[in-house]
């Protein structure tokens, strides 16, 4: 099969190459995937399971991307729930072979069925932002109604879905960015955005909740924001500053069947809006994931038609 490998973590993106690699097999509950569409997170070239195993030791060449949306080719040894010839979507293990190649092997209970009026493209561009906004709103941030939110990076593929999520559960949304994300931010459904170049972030006054995608200073200041009770909500790692008053969370995603289920259902009635860039090939994704433009939403790559 097809697939994009990293070898160099020095080289980032730009060691991507692709290359013929031998389909997985499908292990005890795994099932393998044929891709038809795949999402791939920049970050992943910093994460330590993009280059080692998890007893630390060497995996390259290793192939990234760990969003997903195909149909189920295998089914592995005591794997149930789903079917060969099944329309799946969800993420893969953060530690094995990911999403950028014609197929892929996966646990079962990481994916979830993707109805049929959702396409491919649509689907791998939902799980890792998706459930990111799901549970850094919901089981990290403890949202409720009538809440101030603030949103940083709030035009990106993960601080859209915030936004809009946020926006559905009663809350009352400040998206943040550069001057250019001012739109989009309030297209999405922000009330207000700060522009992080030009306007006074303190000028914000008190929030409940801060989602982070940024960290450094920006995140250091958005502290002091955090009213009493409320929480600072972190992906960049852990926090260098805590609210005075309330608390502050890192996580990392989890795949979650029931909250995938929660997120298409929200894209086919309408209540969500996906944010997707670019569209390329697996032929060209090499060239698509090291832009010389800044990004201006999620690049998904078409492994299929």
Known sequence: MKAIVVRDQAAGTAGMTLVERPEPPAAINDVVVRVHASGFV????????????????DRTPSVPGHEVAGVVAALGYGTTGLSVGQRVFGITDWYRD?????????????LAPLPGDVDFTVG??????GLTAWQGLFEHGRLQAGQTV??????????????QLAREFGAYVIGTGRAADRQKT?????????DLENDALE?????????????GDVQRRSAGLVRAGGTLVS????TEVRPADGVAVDFVVESDR?????????????????????????DNAVAALNPTERRKGKTIIHVRP
Do not use: C, K
Not at 203 to 215: A, E, N, P, T, W
Not at 235 to 238: A, E, N, Y
């Open 124 to 129: 791998a561009s939902l799980p890792i932002s």
């Open 150 to 163: 603030l949103v940083h990076g709030a035009a990106g593929a993960v601080g859209t879905m915030v936004t």
């Open 42 to 57: 920049p970050t992943e070239m910093e994460w330590p399971s993009t280059w080692t195993d998890r007893a630390g030791r």
């Open 235 to 238: 992906v960049v790692g852990p």
């Open 98 to 110: 990911g999403t950028l190649a014609e197929y892929v092997a996966v646990e079962a209970r990481n």
């Open 258 to 282: 029931a909250q995938l289920g929660e997120i298409v259902q929200r894209v086919r009635d309408g209540r969500l809006r996906t944010n997707i860039g670019d569209i390329v090939t697996l």
């Open 186 to 194: 309030l297209d999405f459904g922000a009330r207000e955005f700060i």
């Open 203 to 215: 000028d914000v006054g008190s929030v409940d909740l801060v989602f982070d995608v940024i960290g």
